[in-house]
T-cell receptor, first 113, second 115 residues
Framework: GAVVSQHPSRVICKSGTSVKIECRSL??????MFWYRQFPKQSLMLMAT?????????EQGVEKDKFLINHASLTLSTLTVTSAHPEDSSFYIC?????????FGPGTRLTVL | AQSVTQLDSHVSVSEGTPVLLRCNYS??????LFWYVQHPNKGLQLLLK??????LVKGINGFEAEFKKSETSFHLTKPSAHMSDAAEYFC?????????????FGTGTRLQVTL
């Protein structure tokens, strides 16, 4: 099956710093990737759609200047949480579609102190 | 527009007994439907998918689901629960946006398996 990786798996940072999370499709190319956020014991909330070679499409209520997305190649998308604050602490998950099926990365646990 | 309703937020079964996790969907088009499982602090793993072929879909770990268009349902079942099945389960509907498939998640069902 298709494999999607994320790095790092866990990050702790100080308030005010920026954190970059990488999402890679390891054995297939993905022109589109998706970034989700998951709060404890809740479902996944789609944040944005990452499009290779063009600007990301953000869901309503998601600050594009806060969550910067770059889809530099067909196998890599990055999410940068800028000037992180404790309320940004969450589990961030990316996915890439192959055909009609979405394959998910293992997630990144962000803790902002 | 599409949506997914998972009818139970929490299901508890005894080990060795059947599992039923319920899901209803709404979609303007012929949907693709999926079940994913998430263990604590882990990513999502695809259990099975329906993409307009056979209505009874078999997945990994003994799970299966039946697509019933007349009932707009896609319930997940397993004949005999194992302790390792305890996890969060998400029913998902997919719509093709042209360049990729956009997924809409249900709110999840937490499966608890007791001895």
């Amino acid at each position: 099956g298709a494999v999607v990786s994320q790095h790092p798996s866990r990050v702790i940072c100080k308030s005010g710093t920026s954190v970059k999370i990488e999402c890679r499709s390891l054995d297939f190319q993905a022109t589109t990737m998706f970034w989700y956020r998951q709060f404890p014991k809740q479902s996944l909330m789609l944040m944005a759609t990452s499009n290779e070679g063009s600007k990301a499409t953000y869901e309503q209520g998601v600050e594009k200047d806060k969550f910067l997305i770059n889809h530099a190649s067909l196998t890599l998308s990055t999410l940068t949480v800028t000037s992180a604050h404790p309320e940004d602490s969450s589990f961030y998950i990316c996915s890439a579609s192959r055909g009609t099926t979405g394959y998910f990365g293992p997630g990144t646990r962000l803790t902002v102190l | 527009a599409q949506s997914v309703t998972q009818l139970d937020s929490h299901v508890s079964v005894s080990e060795g007994t059947p599992v039923l996790l319920r899901c209803n969907y709404s979609s303007s088009y012929s949907p693709s439907l999926f079940w994913y499982v998430q263990h604590p602090n882990k990513g999502l793993q695809l259990l099975l998918k329906y993409t307009s072929a056979a209505t009874l879909v078999k997945g990994i770990n003994g799970f299966e689901a039946e697509f019933k268009k007349s009932e707009t349902s896609f319930h997940l079942t397993k004949p005999s629960a194992h302790m390792s099945d305890a996890a969060e389960y998400f029913c998902v509907v997919s719509v093709n946006t042209g360049t990729a498939s956009k997924l809409t998640f249900g709110t999840g069902t937490r499966l608890q398996v007791t001895l």
